[in-house]
């Protein structure tokens, strides 16, 4: 080393910033902002509180914001569903309906057999027995009214 060059200053760098030297740089720049602050302590205060009082307001009123939009759309969610609720009823009466209608119309046309094979049975009782043709079955062959017997 030399004499001449006067004293050496040797500077040794961490590898990888660590959070407690951000905290630490933090903390000195605000007691420095502080320190060189051109209001009061007192003015400080005061602004700081009326900053809180309009960051509260700004998110209440966020809050409200959000909470009206919710229920807007909470209340379009249930009228869709009400009326999903109201398409399956209606689809559910027109099914019960048409259910009826087809038994009804059934029921009549059942009676309506009934009613001519008893009119041909009583037909069939009174007529002379006709001769067997070729293709009748054993139960055509049956003399009316001996066909269960």
């Known amino acids: 080393m030399r004499d001449d060059e ?3 200053i040797v500077i040794e760098r961490e ?5 407690g030297s951000f905290l ?4 000195m720049g605000a007691g420095l902002a502080l320190l060189f602050a051109p209001q009061s302590g007192a003015e400080t205060q005061e602004d700081i509180r009326t900053q809180a009082r309009k960051l509260k307001a700004q998110a209440e009123a966020r809050v409200r914001a959000v909470q009206e939009e919710m229920e807007s ?5 249930r009228a869709g569903v009400q009326n999903r609720i109201d398409g399956v009823r209606s689809a559910v009466d027109s099914g019960r309906q048409a259910a ?3 038994r009804a119309d059934l029921e009549h ?7 001519a094979y008893r009119a041909g049975v009583e037909a069939a009782r009174g007529a002379p027995p006709r001769p067997p043709r070729a293709g009748d079955s054993p139960s055509e062959l049956a003399e009316p009214g001996t066909e269960g017997a």
Not at 109 to 115: E, H, I
Request: no cysteine; charged share 35%.
């Open 24 to 27: 630490l740089g933090a903390l």
């Open 6 to 8: 006067g004293p050496t």
């Open 100 to 102: 009826r209608e087809a």
């Open 73 to 77: 759309r909470l209340e379009e969610a």
């Open 15 to 19: 590898r990888g910033g660590s959070v």
């Open 109 to 115: 046309r059942l009676d309506q057999s009934k009613t």
